[in-house]
C-alpha cells in the first residue's frame, strides 16, 4: 500500500517505527505491506516510488532536523506538489492541529480526497472546522476517510461507539478528552495552586506550544465536534460548541466541591447541548480518572451508561490508531 505522509514529528516518526519494528508481522497476518513514497515536513521532503527506508528517515530528521536531506541533494518538492504529482493510495495527515484555518491539512486533505487517495487524519483541525463537508467531499470521491486517532489517541473511542455499539441508539455522552486539563485539575485536587500546576504541566511536555488550545478547552471541543457528528449524525463545527476552559477554576473551587466528595473536571458533552465546561461531580462517577488520562461515558437506549478509559495521547500510541485505519482501508479494498 502506496503512502504519502504529511508531517514527520513526534506522530509520523513513531508510525515509521512501527511500520519498521513490525513488518514481517502485518504482512504474514494482515497481508499489508506499506510503502511510505513520500514524506515532508515544515522544511523539505523526501520520495521514493520503490518505498523509503523507514530507519533512514527516522535518523535524517534525527541528524538534520528535516526529512528533506534525505537524499544526497535536499529535495525541494513541496508538500503541494508532492500531493499532486506522486502516485498514492492513502494520505496520512499527521501535521499540527490549527483551529483559525485548519492549515497545512486541510488542503492536504482536500488534494488528496480530489486525487482518489483514502485519508487517514490524526490532525484534528480540518475535522473541527469542517467536519460535514470533508465526509461528504470523501463520499463524492469514493475514498474512505478514517481518523481513529483524534479522538483518544490510542484508546479506541470512535470505533468503541460506532462498531461495538452498533444497533444501539447513544442518547448522550459525556467525557474527559483533555489529558493535559485533566492533569492540572487532578493536581490542584492535592492543594497546589493552578499556577503551579500548570507550570509543572508545562515542565513535563503536556501542554500545547499554544497553550490556550488545552486551557480555554479548545482541544476538547475539537474531539466533541468529531464524536457529534459521527456518532450522533449531527452537522456541526467549532462554533456550534459552547466552550470554557479551565482559567477560572481556583484552589476555592475545588476545596468546595471536595466537602460534598465531588472533584472539579473539565466536561465535553453531548445531551441537548454540546458543551465544555469545568463540571462538579461525585468523586465516585468512573469519569473521575487522574492525570493525563482520558474517560468517556456514553449512554444508550438499551444498554445502559458505559465508561471507556485509557491514555488520550502519546506519540506511539496514536501511531496504532492509524495502523489500525490503515487496516480497516486494506481489508475494505480487499472486500470490494
Ligand atoms: N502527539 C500525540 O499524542 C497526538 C495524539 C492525537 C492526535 N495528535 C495530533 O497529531 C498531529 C501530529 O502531532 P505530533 O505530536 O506528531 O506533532 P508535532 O510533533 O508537532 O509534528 C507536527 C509535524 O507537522 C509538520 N508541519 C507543521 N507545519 C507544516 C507545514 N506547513 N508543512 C508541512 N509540515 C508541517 C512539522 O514539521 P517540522 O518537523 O519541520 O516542525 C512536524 O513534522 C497533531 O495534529 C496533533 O494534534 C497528536
Known amino acids: 500500500m502506496r ?35 513520500g514524506v515532508f515536513d515544515s522544511k523539505g521532503s523526501a520520495v521514493d516510488q520503490s518505498g523509503l527506508d523507514f530507519g533512514k528517515l527516522v535518523e535524517t530528521k534525527k541528524k538534520f532536523g528535516t526529512v528533506g536531506r534525505y537524499a544526497d541533494t535536499q529535495n525541494q518538492m513541496s508538500g503541494k506538489d508532492m500531493l499532486k504529482e506522486i502516485k498514492a493510495d492513502v494520505l496520512i495527515e499527521t501535521t499540527a492541529s ?48 478514517k481518523f481513529s486517532g483524534t479522538v483518544g489517541g490510542g484508546t479506541p473511542i470512535l470505533d468503541y461507539a460506532k462498531n461495538s455499539l452498533r444497533g444501539e441508539r447513544i442518547t448522550s455522552f459525556a467525557g474527559i478528552l483533555n489529558g493535559t486539563t485533566n492533569y492540572i485539575l487532578t493536581n490542584m485536587g492535592t492543594g497546589v495552586s493552578y499556577d503551579e500546576a500548570l507550570k509543572d504541566a508545562q515542565d513535563k511536555g503536556y501542554v500545547e506550544a499554544d497553550e490556550s488550545l488545552d486551557l480555554d478547552g479548545l482541544d476538547a471541543a475539537a474531539k466533541l465536534v468529531i464524536l457529534a457528528n459521527w456518532i450522533m449524525g449531527m452537522k456541526v463545527t467549532l462554533p456550534d460548541i459552547n466552550c470554557t476552559g479551565i482559567r477560572k477554576v481556583t484552589a476555592e473551587d475545588i476545596k468546595k466541591a471536595a466537602k460534598e466528595n465531588c472533584l472539579i473536571k473539565l466536561i465535553a458533552s453531548c445531551n441537548k447541548e454540546l458543551t465544555v465546561s469545568p463540571r462538579q461531580i461525585p468523586d465516585d462517577d468512573p469519569l473521575c480518572v487522574n492525570g493525563t488520562l482520558n474517560a468517556i461515558a456514553f449512554t444508550s437506549e438499551h444498554s445502559g451508561t458505559q465508561t471507556i478509559i485509557g491514555k488520550g495521547a502519546g506519540g506511539m500510541e496514536t501511531a496504532s490508531s492509524i495502523l489500525r485505519d490503515l487496516l480497516d482501508i486494506r481489508e475494505e479494498i480487499a472486500g470490494d
Open 3 to 37: 503512502i504519502i505522509l504529511c508531517g514527520f514529528g513526534v506522530v509520523g516518526q513513531n508510525l515509521v517505527k512501527l511500520f519498521d519494528s513490525r513488518s514481517e508481522d502485518l504482512y504474514a497476518k494482515y497481508g499489508l505491506k506499506p510503502r511510505v513514497v
Open 98 to 145: 490549527n483551529y483559525k484555518d485548519a492549515e497545512p491539512g486541510m488542503t492536504h486533505i482536500i488534494s488528496a480526497m480530489k486525487r482518489g487517495m483514502h485519508v487517514i487524519s490524526v490532525n484534528k483541525g480540518p475535522l473541527a472546522l469542517a467536519f460535514p463537508s470533508l465526509l461528504e467531499l470523501a463520499t463524492y470521491n469514493q475514498v474512505m476517510f
